[in-house]
């Protein structure tokens, strides 16, 4: 797998350019934010490690511009903030996942393969449930036929129930399936998106099980 690695740090650089590489991908590297979106446009490019303090063009500008182009590409937010409300504008912006710095090569590295594992699953193929269609190579769905535009996010969200018919989610579930990390404290992110959800697909299509979570309406 091919793996491009957007970082000004040179030390963490070759850290992770060399513990990437030991994993047997190859990787490729941009030390300002132009660059990497340059790069992490070619279709060549399979996952994407993106710092967000970059020169050039932040972060956090790349992963909009590069989300425009290129909707599906796993990307990985390299971040020095821990702050819950960067993380959830991250998470609109279309990362898929974070790692907090200080982090361990190891931590890294499994954060890798899980993306990687899940791109190459949703690669091509449809799921149907409940009357929901999702394509997930043209990251379309279709209600009893009609087309529905979704966020990265929210087909995300959605993909959990497909796959899953009937079975109920607890919001942490939710959050750790979806964002991939603990969120600290509280947060109304999974509502948020729910409450998206339902507008596009229609109201009965989540239910709500109280005091236990959501789940998808297979009778739809
Ligand atoms: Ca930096």
Same mark, same amino acid.
């Given at each position: 797998?091919?793996?491009l690695l !957007?970082?000004?740090?040179?030390?963490?650089v070759?850290?992770?350019q060399?513990?990437?590489e030991?994993?047997g991908?190859?990787?490729?590297?941009?030390?300002?934010?132009?660059?990497?979106l340059?790069?992490?446009?070619s279709?060549d490019?399979?996952?994407?490690?993106?710092?967000l303090?970059?020169?050039?063009?932040?972060?956090e500008?790349?992963?909009?511009?590069?989300?425009?182009? $290129?909707?599906?590409?796993p990307?990985? !937010?390299l971040?020095? &903030?821990?702050?819950?409300?960067?993380? !959830?504008?991250?998470?609109?912006a279309?990362a898929?996942?974070?790692?907090? &710095?200080?982090?361990?090569?190891?931590?890294?590295?499994?954060?890798?393969?899980a993306?990687?594992?899940?791109?190459?699953?949703?690669?091509?193929?449809?799921?149907a449930?409940?009357?929901?269609?999702?394509?997930f190579?043209?990251?379309?769905?279709?209600?009893?036929g009609t087309?529905?535009?979704?966020?990265?996010?929210?087909?995300?969200?959605?993909?959990v129930?497909i796959r899953?018919?009937?079975?109920?989610?607890?919001?942490?579930?939710l959050?750790?399936?979806?964002?991939?990390?603990?969120f600290?404290?509280?947060?109304?992110?999974?509502?948020v998106y729910?409450?998206q959800?339902?507008r596009?697909?229609?109201a009965? $299509?989540?239910?709500?099980?109280?005091?236990?979570?959501?789940?998808?309406n297979?009778?739809?």
């Amino acid at each position: 797998m091919s793996i491009l690695l !957007v970082e000004d740090e040179a030390g963490i650089v070759s850290f992770v350019q060399r513990g990437l590489e030991s994993a047997g991908h190859q990787v490729l590297t941009a030390s300002d934010g132009v660059d990497g979106l340059i790069l992490a446009q070619s279709s060549d490019v399979d996952l994407v490690i993106l710092d967000l303090g970059l020169p050039g063009l932040p972060g956090e500008e790349v992963l909009r511009r590069l989300r425009r182009r $290129r909707p599906s590409v796993p990307v990985i !937010v390299l971040t020095a &903030k821990d702050a819950v409300s960067d993380r !959830v504008a991250n998470l609109d912006a279309g990362a898929d996942d974070y790692t907090v &710095k200080p982090f361990s090569l190891n931590e890294l590295l499994a954060r890798v393969r899980a993306r990687l594992r899940t791109s190459g699953q949703e690669r091509g193929d449809a799921l149907a449930a409940g009357g929901v269609t999702l394509d997930f190579g043209g990251h379309v769905a279709h209600v009893d036929g009609t087309a529905i535009t979704l966020s990265a996010r929210e087909f995300a969200l959605l993909a959990v129930f497909i796959r899953h018919p009937g079975q109920v989610f607890s919001r942490p579930q939710l959050l750790d399936l979806v964002w991939g990390y603990d969120f600290e404290g509280a947060s109304n992110v999974v509502e948020v998106y729910v409450s998206q959800l339902r507008r596009k697909l229609g109201a009965d $299509r989540i239910q709500t099980v109280r005091g236990v979570g959501y789940r998808l309406n297979g009778r739809g």
